[in-house]
């Protein structure tokens, strides 16, 4: 029983893995649930048995990569830090999780065009943002009003995605962004050029004047 346990886990996981390529390679329209069982080197018919359809293939394909990614930063630290420094940390945790995860961007954009359908309420993404935003970012700026280092009318909520949209924006527009600037946003030097100005950006629109 432990080994059929064991093998069942092993077969899932491959099957999320050649799907997470498919589909931040395809997008959801255009992904095959053949090409995904040919690569994890199992039948189309097992994969319908573990998962009813494409939707949910992909539904358990974003929360495995929600489950697995790395872009919040543990609140012990951030209590640690001056309001401006933790959410700086913040922004470099956001930036060096889509360098090291190319596909992220793919799947956030594909996500944008369908509306977020495949995200349900219940998403652990869902769940583990709403708590960041709630145990991370709202005592950082409630600390950083009360010490006069930040302006007294952020919301938490707004900042967050503020600071998360302006630093994965050079991952999401890469090649828009090059074409129509003298920077090429695909390069470890446009990205360190992206990284400093999102940050200097951010804190000098948050701090109190």
């Known amino acids: 029983m432990a080994n059929d346990s064991k093998a069942k886990k092993t077969t899932l996981e491959r099957i999320l893995k050649e799907a997470h390529h498919e589909f931040s390679n395809r997008g959801f329209d255009g992904a095959s649930i053949e090409q995904i069982a040919r690569a994890a080197n199992v039948t189309k018919q097992l994969i319908y048995h573990y998962f009813n359809n494409k939707n949910q ?33 913040v922004a470099n945790r956001i930036i060096d999780e889509y360098i090291k995860n190319p596909s992220y961007a793919a799947l956030t954009l594909d996500q944008g065009l369908h509306r977020g359908a495949h995200i349900s309420e219940h998403s652990s993404f869902i769940a583990q943002t709403r708590s960041f935003i709630v145990e991370v970012i709202e005592p950082v700026l409630a600390r950083g009003i009360a010490n006069g280092e930040l302006r007294s009318d952020l919301d938490a909520g707004i900042v ?7 630093a994965s924006g050079c991952f999401h527009n890469t090649e828009v962004m090059s074409q129509t600037t003298t920077t090429d946003f695909s390069t470890e030097q446009g990205i360190a050029a992206w990284r400093a100005a999102v940050i200097e950006l951010f804190r000098a629109a948050l701090r109190k004047p």
Not at 58 to 70: G, N, P, S, W
Not at 160 to 166: E, G, P, R, T, V
């Open 160 to 166: 967050y995605w503020l600071i998360f949209h302006s």
């Open 57 to 89: 293939l992909y539904r358990a394909t974003l929360e495995a990569v929600a489950d697995q990614a790395q872009l919040l930063v543990d609140p012990k630290v951030c209590a640690a830090l001056p309001a401006l420094d933790a959410l700086t940390l």
